[in-house]
């Protein structure tokens, strides 16, 4: 089990750039899958990113090429954003899992609005 909380959203222009972190707290941090998500009101939550304890990377094909999912210190995780687009508007949260588990541990959300 791990706290988990975002920071870094905010409102950029369609092309820019933010960088979101996520500071956890909690036993065996490292091992765990580490995740940003991001959510329109009324669709359902999408996976963004993750890494794995290990380093390995997954991207969502609407971000692959613009985002960066990056783990420091072992207790930060950052959602470098490029060249975003209005439609990356959203709420995004920081998740975490252990293993094969679901994924059990979210941070409040932070908002992040992309102006044409």
């Known amino acids: 089990q791990v706290q988990l909380v975002e920071s870094g959203g905010g409102l950029v222009q369609a092309g820019g750039s933010l960088r979101l972190s996520c500071a956890a707290s909690?036993?065996?941090?490292?091992?765990?899958?580490m995740a940003w998500f991001r959510q329109v009101p009324g669709a359902q939550r999408d996976m963004v990113a993750h890494?794995?304890?290990?380093?390995?990377t997954y991207y969502a094909d609407f971000v692959k090429g613009r985002f960066t999912i990056s783990r420091v210190n072992k207790n930060t995780v950052y959602l470098q954003m490029n060249s975003l687009k209005p439609e990356d508007t959203a709420v995004y949260y920081c998740?975490?899992?252990?293993?094969?588990?679901?994924?059990?541990?979210w941070g409040q959300g932070t908002q992040v609005t992309v102006s044409s």
């Open positions: 998740a975490a899992k252990l293993g094969v588990r679901p994924y059990d541990s």
């Open positions: 890494i794995t304890g290990s380093g390995s």
């Open positions: 909690g036993s065996s941090f490292s091992l765990y899958t």
